[in-house]
């Protein structure tokens, strides 16, 4: 995947986290960005946006109890799920503000 649309994913990822949730604090970890409600707890992370050579994976760290009727999150963890990301259609396809209301209780 072109650098370029990397960056345009995970810009347009943390513009949907803002608007959805003006208060979420981001920050730099595991090679992406998180997103956490309080930056002095480790344990408030909601999820985050990581860029992969072939894709842009969204991740929610309790996306097993999202409701998902598309069937659009991947993963079979106990409480981790994601979305890859291959284009910016997929952001509105794949319902990532959605999803990201869900990770944040709005």
């Not at 860029?51 to 981790?80: I, Q, T, Y």
Request: net charge negative; hydrophobic share 40%; no cysteine.
């Amino acid at each position: 995947m072109d650098e370029t649309v990397k960056s345009e994913l995970i810009d347009a990822v943390i513009s949907i986290a803002r608007s959805v949730r003006e208060d979420v604090h981001l920050g730099e970890k595991y090679g992406g960005t998180v997103f956490m409600m309080d930056p002095d707890a480790p344990g408030s992370f909601v999820g985050g946006v990581f860029a992969s050579k072939a894709h842009v994976s969204v991740e929610f760290s309790n996306g097993a109890d999202f409701s998902d009727p598309n069937g659009v999150l991947d993963g079979k963890g106990k409480a981790r799920r994601h979305v890859k990301l291959h284009g910016l259609g997929d952001v509105d396809d794949k319902d990532v503000a959605g999803f990201l209301a869900q990770a944040f209780g709005a």
